[in-house]
């Protein structure tokens, strides 16, 4: 009886995700084109939402952005065409994978910059070598002598 009881309130939980789910169907004129509808919805991000794609938006400028999608996919426009048309409408943000220019140039050379500081680290700590520590004078051995005979009582 617990058991039915968990599982109706968990299914309640999740109930709400499952009726705001994303569902549109569209009917492509070729597999290749319902393909690169995919793709590219997975690629664009939505404006409003800024950490989904449109894909997985329920914003009303998703949908928006996804008819769009699909009717200039349907007139015969390339891929580049697109995100052209979406980045002069919605700026570089729109795109998750944003082209190179000179003001993404840092965000494409950021990875390999860090790469090569990290190697550059790497490389000179081990030219310079551990510091070798200083042998212990006589006093220094005296006291911990003494701290671990009164430890040991």
């Known amino acids: 009886m ?15 995700a499952v009726v705001w789910a994303v569902i549109e169907t569209y009917q492509f004129s070729s597999p290749d084109l319902e393909a690169r509808y995919h793709t590219l919805s997975q690629e664009l991000r939505c404006p409003k939402c800024q950490n989904q794609n449109i894909a997985d938006s329920n914003a009303p400028i998703a949908r928006d952005l996804r008819v769009v999608l699909y009717e200039q996919l349907e007139t015969g426009a390339s891929d580049e065409e697109i995100l052209a048309y979406m980045v002069a409408r919605y700026g570089e943000f729109v795109r998750y994978r944003p082209g190179v220019d000179r003001n993404t140039l840092f ?21 310079r070598g551990g510091k070798r520590a ?11 002598s ?8």
């Open 107 to 127: 965000l494409w050379a950021a990875p390999a910059l860090l790469l090569v500081a990290g190697a550059g680290l790497v490389v000179r700590q081990a030219r």
């Open 2 to 16: 617990r058991r039915l009881a968990l599982l109706v309130l968990v299914s309640g939980l999740f109930a709400p």
């Open 146 to 153: 003494r701290l671990l005979r009164e430890q040991n009582g």
């Open 134 to 144: 200083e042998p212990l004078s006589a006093t220094e051995q005296e006291e911990i």
